[in-house]
């Protein structure tokens, strides 16, 4: 419970700050959060400062409200939300319905697989395929409509999970632990519950969209992230023949500075795989293995702890040392083994019982009763055949 503690603590003062800064849906999601992980009296003392921002904001918009709906120069059409200052939008931005819809649909997902609009089946090239479409139909540059930036983000992070193997396998054990309808939100981006469920990517949207085209799409600026806020960069493109050519010169040399610099990085992975394909040339074949295969095809077993080993037909002509010191050296390097392969099952295990305590989530907490540990239940049993010999 202490390290959910200061979690919870580092979660109260994330909402402090968004308090001071005016954004109450930022502060009540990281309250919430910190009274999941560790309710506290200095939860509700920040809970009575949020609730104080409802009131301020109720009355200020009061105020700004104008005479009602039939104030002058309101129209019929419905009212979209503005885009925030993460959204690389312009605000004389036109935009069509269908974009509207668009971002409607991102809005309404409850899982990364519903924003690409992919199976869990997929495969990497289906993944970058949904990934190149949407991502072209919501880049700033294209969709100027309210909340395409943050669907621009969305779908950019669901590829960044999805492709990655192991957030995949994480993400499909309790990223989505059920389809039961979730109870719907009044505020925020998305109209049910996040459907990152905690999990983010390693590279942010518009680091993934640069990657797979180059730096942005043509004729139009690369959107990069300062201060926790877009900025175009780079790419105009003047009329003028100077300015024009100066530009292609700049961008030439940028170009020639980033190949210098990746043939650099590349360095000393060469230097690697040299020294290990002349290592591999000087080193023999290990005496034994703990897997059946053509070369190792003869089963031995230790005497003291009775594990399964295998060597190689000519073992009695190669092994010329101690057998007792060539089966401890086995039976230890398989006990050290079963030992990190049970810290992973523990650790995995763990992290199930977690999330199921900060989510509320029954299923999540049954599945990790049941989360299967046989690297450690071997472990015990060995434990226990030695201490019963």
Known sequence: MESNKDEADKCLNLA?????????EKAEKFLR??????????????????????DENET?????????PSSPGSTGSRAYP?????????????YTQEQ???VKRIRKCKNYYEILGVNKSASEIEL????????????????KAPGAGEAFKAIGNAYAVLSNADKK?????????????????TNGFYEYDDPSHGFQGDMTAEEIFNMFFGGGMPNSSVYVRRGGRWHRHGQHHYHGGGAQTDNHSHHYEESQGANLSALFQLIPVLILLLVSLFSSLFVSDP?????????YNVQRVTSNLKVNYFVKDTFHQDFTGSLRRLEKQVEDEYISHLRSRCFQEKSSRENLLWQARYSGSQTLFKKAQKYPTPSCNKLEELYNSASGA
């Open 169 to 185: 396998r994480q993400y499909d054990l309790y990223g989505d632990e059920d389809s039961a309808p979730r109870s719907r939100r």
């Open 100 to 102: 509207i819809d668009a």
């Open 287 to 295: 005496l034994y293995s703990f897997d059946i295969s053509q070369k």
């Open 128 to 143: 970058k395929k949904a990934y190149r479409k949407l991502a072209l139909a919501f880049h700033p540059d294209k969709n």
């Open 16 to 24: 402090m700050k968004y308090v001071q800064q005016g954004n109450k």
């Open 82 to 94: 503005e885009p925030s200052n993460d959204e690389a939008t312009t605000s004389s931005a036109e």
């Open 60 to 68: 200020d918009s009061r105020q700004d409200s104008g005479p009602g």
């Open 33 to 54: 959060k910190a009274q999941k992980l560790y309710p506290s009296r200095k939860c509700d003392d920040v809970q009575d400062r949020v609730n104080n921002m409802a």
